[in-house]
């Protein structure tokens, strides 16, 4: 997926306010407009610059895209890290897919699951909803508790530039919480309207990347390295789980890619997830003249052949 420049596209700086990019919108439509354009591209530019303006024009999206997009050029190969967008507070209250069809897979990637605000509001009318994705590290999905969320609120300053709020909430997250639950905030959205009650905010859990862990449901996946004779002759081996440590016993015969099932050890739940340990066979390196001499006698003793039933 290549990266879009929307300010290059619209032909404006990245710090312009709100004013210049709504003339620079409305020069191009003028210019592109399939209606009375006569230049050849006219269809494909227009779809380009109401992208754009999609973008620039709105201040939670354009905050978002402009901390993406930092150190990107036009065209080069792009893919979103994941999670960029944690820690945006948006407006509207579900993660629906937005209805992009009418524009590029760039914008779907990022905005498709933004969701999107409500229009403006009559007298008297309860707040909006906004809604956030956050980011747990997976201990907290194992404990539960109460933890500080910072979360950023895209706003227009006087000049009509986009500048980022932030606020900390105390957030309680529920012992066993899933990827993708929402935890509804009630009360801590927008404000209301002639004395109307706030809306309500929306969090959206994601777990942070693990170096160990993987997380499926409720099922959690780790690597478990063992040695060789391990692996071979069966052992009992002490382990790291998320929720403290385990032993394990290895079946003798076992190969690397083995899974090992400890049933209700996943996350907490009714019922709770499995964890699963996945078995990587490790070999000592032959940095010693003993070790080679320990290699050398496996390989005149051991009738083994990897590669007799691969045809290689």
């Not at 509207?92 to 209805?99: H, I, L, M, V």
């Not at 012992?175 to 993708?180: A, I, L, Q």
Request: proline share 8%; glycine share 14%; hydrophobic share 35%.
């Amino acid at each position: 997926m290549e990266f879009k420049d929307y300010y290059q596209i619209l032909g404006v700086p990245r710090d312009a306010g709100a004013d210049a990019i709504k003339k620079a919108f409305r020069k191009l439509a003028r210019k592109y407009h399939p209606d009375v354009s006569k230049e050849q591209d006219a269809e494909a530019r227009m779809k380009e610059v109401n992208e754009a303006y999609a973008v620039l024009s709105d201040p939670e999206k354009r905050a978002a895209y402009d901390q993406l997009g930092r150190g990107y050029r036009p065209g080069e190969e792009f893919r979103p890290p994941p999670g960029w967008d944690s820690g945006f507070e948006f407006s509207g209250s579900g993660f629906a897919t937005a209805d992009a069809a009418d524009f590029s897979d760039f914008f779907a990637e990022l905005f498709g699951r933004m969701g999107g605000g409500g229009g403006r509001r009559g007298f008297g009318a309860r707040g909006e909803d906004h809604h956030a994705k956050i980011l747990l590290d997976l201990e907290a999905a194992y404990g539960g508790g109460t933890r500080t969320i910072t979360l950023r609120s895209p706003r227009q300053d006087r000049s009509g530039r986009v500048v980022l709020a932030e606020h900390s909430l105390e957030v309680r997250i529920p012992k066993g919480v899933r990827e993708g639950q929402v935890i509804r905030l009630a009360g801590q959205g927008a404000p209301g309207v002639g004395g109307a009650p706030p809306g309500d905010l929306y969090l959206e859990v994601h777990f942070e990347p693990h170096p160990r862990y993987r997380v499926e449901g409720g099922d959690v996946y780790a690597t478990l390295p063992v040695t060789p004779w391990e692996a071979a002759l069966g052992a009992t081996v002490k382990t790291r789980v998320p929720d403290g440590s385990v032993e394990v016993r290895i079946p003798p015969g076992s190969s690397s890619g083995r899974k090992l099932r400890l049933r209700g050890r996943g996350l907490p739940g009714k019922p709770p997830g499995d964890l699963y340990l996945v078995l990587e066979i490790q070999l000592p390196p032959a940095d010693t003249p003993r070790a080679r001499e320990l290699y050398e006698t496996m390989a005149r003793e051991l009738a083994f052949d990897p590669r007799k039933h691969t045809g290689s």
